[in-house]
């Protein structure tokens, strides 16, 4: 069957090894789905043009919730009548993304009778993404998300963004912390911040269960929840001696079949802090000089295991380039035990939103405010005491902001007796 | 007491030239309550159908009901 | 009680939040959650996963566009009943994975995904170039200077050896954001695609007073770049053009400040960020090329250059050396003379802290 509009530029998209979502959609164009038709003519127009054919709407939304559905209009309804409106709406993932087939067939059937069928599997926070719908859809999916499917819209806008985590301890050796359950719970616990906005900004939680950070936490997160130990790596002396006997594939194999594996040059000299020696048959770890960067272990996993005294080190920050420039988070607690129903964490967290929606301006992400203000504000602020592991180095100019409070007498000066010292 | 705070955050935004505001302008038209109080009485106001929200995608504002949006100006154009 | 439109509070559910995250877990997972102890790859795309009790976990790894439709998803669950007793999970990646405790299901699901034309490339596992994290582009946007879904699968084609094998030094993570809000969050990738606007937006005065609120599209700069302006009778902005930074927010205020043009939009590359803490500390990417055209279908020059770095980077990274480790050992000036890209004005920093990124030591190589 022809479709509606001809695509010869994104037909080039259909050639090639890699799948080609061109293809897919106008498979589900070709059984008669309207909207895919008009989507694949736009999306035709602009490749011809290099111009976008979206405006923002931004008055869409299911009742009592000011998240998780994004007003979308088509500039050129004229041409393609049936995406005129375009919605998405967004939906709380489970955390880490398992699913059966009977849910995502669900997820399916509602979004066929009453949306698009186009998806992403997932939005970049993590939230499934839902493609293009009308106003009036909008109640009667949420009513069926919530009543059938037992799911929910994730956030938008200065909303508690739906927090991720990596897959953690459902599938990884490395993880120190249950980042599943820790996702899980917070996100139960400030749904009323997921939904209904209150902050200047948006704010994102990321948990990752080792240093490696399998979901960028460090780099995405306004808090990022990182896995860690403090004691010793758990070491297998005989998972050792086969890999460096060539018996056990080095890297869990991610460098490929290798049997030239040299412990020397490729873990030993690698370590950034030199803190490992071998002599041909023990290997010795300085666990105090450790940073727990995890190359070590990667590299030889059925020898070396992260220590039993694990919890989180909390950053915080972290964002992309608007406006001040890219964030990375901040080291503001080294280590803390990150326990069910982690009661200290959600405590630090209320001070700290406090602490935000105080002092934060309209559109200025946690790292911003810490910028403008200084890290010691925010320590202040959780009551937290400075720590060396939260800088890089100390500071190295000399404007220091002194505490008036630990200056004798204060800021306040004796002139008379001053004079009576120094002539004027 | 969330009955007086509401009345004065809708008098707030009615008297305002600009139809949508943030959370922390709300907050100026109650100076005297918590913003984590102020939320409560806000999440109220737009159960109410007092309130409502306008969002861009990335940050969010609030309006009164009766207050028009671009959007739907836009589309009463086409 | 079925949905009534005329009463939409009627048995209403909310703050359910999510399901919990293990009530689609496969039984394996269940009974094995926290007690893992080591994983290998079989082969590119196939994890073995064993637990303490010697449960072994197969997970078989494919790529998908992230762009899918509900007909995709219908194929991805009948390939998981067929195999994987239903059970399937995504990657923060948008790869798909396919979850087999029995070994013996596992080449008849390698053979099965392999039969089924391109839909599901396997892959994206150890040094591996791995699926592109991407943004909506021209698909869903209305800010975008590029679109996102055809960039990614014309780079993936062109990298698609990449995605099913261990041949690079290390793992090769690459993102792509459509404009400089950065949805996608491209900071910290190995190679990063974003989307750059180069002029701004303009002023439909005849239409400003009709479709917007002025304070709010003032309000709504991040650098306070826009002033009201009478245009004869008409309540007007205007825009101080050297303040602006491409954000589009007062688009998204003001659809009558509209910022994309065809020939000033296009691509920029960045390269060397990682987020993992694994050797050295997590980096941001940093500007590799300020602007190549937007060239749809297939944008070949983008395309292009992005394999020239790869390649690069592939015969001159040492193993384990991700792309922005491979970069600071070598040096930036040998960064462009190996990849013969041009070094010109718009890399050297010029906004705040721009000093620290200055060359403040005798220390380069000729």
Redesign the interface.
């Given at each position: 069957m022809a479709l509606k509009h001809a695509t010869p530029m994104l037909d080039e998209l259909e050639k090639g090894p890699w799948p080609s979502f061109v293809s897919d959609v106008k498979r589900l164009a070709a059984k008669g789905n309207l909207m895919c038709e008009d989507w694949l003519g736009l999306m035709e127009l602009s490749f011809k043009e290099k111009e976008g054919h979206w405006k923002h709407g931004g008055i869409v939304g299911v009742f009592g919730y000011g998240g998780g559905v994004i007003g979308r209009y088509c500039d050129r309804p004229d041409l393609f009548p049936n995406v005129a409106h375009f919605h998405t709406m967004r939906v709380n993932q489970p955390a880490s993304k398992y699913y059966n087939s009977d849910v995502l067939r669900k997820i399916c059937d509602l979004w066929d009778a009453k949306g698009s069928g186009l998806t992403n599997m997932h939005g970049s926070t993590g939230d499934i993404v839902l493609l293009g719908t009308t106003t009036d859809q909008l109640e009667p999916i949420f009513y069926e998300l919530t009543h059938d499917l037992k799911m929910d819209l994730g956030g938008s806008g200065s909303n508690l963004r739906s927090p991720e985590g990596c897959l953690g301890m459902s599938r990884c050796e490395w993880a120190c912390i249950n980042t599943q359950d820790i996702i899980y719970d917070l996100t139960q616990e400030f749904q009323d911040a997921l939904h209904r906005p209150m902050f200047p900004y948006k704010f994102k939680f990321k948990s990752s269960g080792c240093p490696m950070d399998c979901v960028a936490a460090i780099a995405r997160a306004d808090c990022s929840i990182i896995g860690t130990w403090r004691d010793d790596i758990r070491i297998d002396q005989e998972a050792v001696k086969g890999y460096v006997g060539g018996e056990i594939v080095p890297h869990g194999g991610a460098g490929g079949p290798r049997k030239d594996f040299d412990i020397k040059a490729e873990v030993i000299d690698l370590c950034p802090t030199k803190c490992m020696a071998f002599d041909g048959k023990t290997l010795k770890i300085e666990n105090s000089d450790c940073v727990r960067c995890m190359h070590c272990i990667r590299v030889m996993p059925r020898a070396l295991r992260p220590g039993v005294d694990t919890g989180a080190t909390i950053l915080l920050g972290a964002k992309a380039p608007i406006l001040e420039g890219a964030q990375l988070s901040s080291v503001v607690i080294p280590f803390i035990k990150m326990e069910s129903p982690y009661t200290e964490f959600k405590e630090f967290v209320e001070k700290l939103w406090d602490y935000w929606m105080e002092n934060g301006k309209n559109r200025e992400r946690l790292g911003e405010l810490i910028q403008r203000q200084g890290l010691r504000e925010l320590l202040k602020a959780v009551e937290l005491e400075p720590d060396p592991r939260m800088v890089n180095t100390p500071r190295y100019n000399p404007y220091i902001f002194y505490d008036p409070e630990k200056v004798p007498g204060g800021w306040e000066h004796d002139a008379t007796e001053y004079r009576k010292r120094h002539q004027a | 007491m969330n009955e007086e705070a509401k009345d004065k955050i809708i008098e707030y935004v009615k008297q305002q030239?600009?139809?949508?505001l943030?959370?922390?302008d709300l907050c100026k038209a109650v100076p005297e309550i918590k913003?984590?109080q102020a939320?409560k009485v806000?999440?109220e106001l737009?159960?109410e159908g007092k309130l409502?929200?306008?969002?861009?995608?990335?940050?969010?504002m609030y309006m009164l009901p009766s207050e028009g949006?671009?959007?739907?100006?836009?589309?009463g154009m086409? | 009680m079925a949905f009534d439109p005329n009463n939409v509070m009627q048995d209403r559910i909310t703050d359910i939040g999510p399901p919990s995250y293990d009530k689609f877990f496969p039984p394996i997972i269940k009974e094995n959650f926290g007690k893992w102890k080591y994983h290998e790859i079989l082969e590119p795309g196939v994890l073995m996963h064993v637990a303490e009790s010697g449960a072994a976990l197969y997970s078989v790894r494919v790529g998908s566009a992230r762009l899918i439709s509900t007909e995709y998803i219908r194929e991805v669950c009948a390939i998981a009943d067929k195999f994987c007793d239903g059970h399937m999970r995504w990657t923060t990646r948008n790869n798909i994975e396919f979850l087999v405790s029995d070994k013996a299901k596992l080449a008849p699901l390698l053979s099965d995904l392999r039969g089924r034309g391109s839909w599901f490339p396997i892959g994206g596992t150890g040094n591996s170039i791995t699926n592109i994290v991407h943004t909506q582009g021209w698909a869903h946007c209305h800010t975008p200077a590029i679109d996102a879904s055809g960039v990614v699968k014309a780079v993936m084609d062109e990298l698609f050896d990449y995605f099913g094998s261990h041949k690079l030094p290390a793992q090769v993570r690459i993102a792509l954001a459509c404009c400089l809000n950065m949805c996608g969050a491209v900071h910290c990738s190995d190679i990063s695609i974003l989307g750059v606007h180069r002029k701004p937006p303009f002023v439909e005065n005849e239409r400003v007073q009709n479709v917007c609120e002025i304070p709010l599209v003032i309000a709504a700069c991040p650098t306070a770049a826009i002033k009201p302006k009478k245009f004869g009778e008409r309540k007007s902005v205007e825009i101080n053009n050297s303040r602006c930074m491409f954000c589009g927010n007062c688009y998204t205020m003001c659809p009558a400040l509209p910022l994309a043009d065809a020939e000033g939009d296009g691509i920029a590359l960045w390269v060397g960020g990682k987020v993992s803490n694994v050797k050295s500390a997590p980096m941001f990417s940093k500007l590799a090329v300020p602007y190549i055209p937007n060239e749809p279908p297939r944008w070949p020059t983008t395309v292009q250059t992005i394999k020239t770095i790869v390649e690069a980077y592939a015969a001159g990274g040492r193993r384990y050396e991700r792309v922005g480790e491979w970069i600071n050992r070598i040096g930036w000036e040998r960064f462009f003379e190996k990849t013969g890209l041009e070094f010109a004005h718009e890399h050297i920093d010029d906004y705040r802290l721009a000093m620290t990124t200055w060359r403040t030591t005798t220390q380069f190589k000729f």
């Open positions: - | 030239k600009k139809s949508k943030y959370f922390n913003m984590m939320k806000v999440n737009i159960s409502k929200y306008w969002s861009s995608g990335s940050t969010t949006d671009v959007a739907k100006e836009e589309e086409n | -």
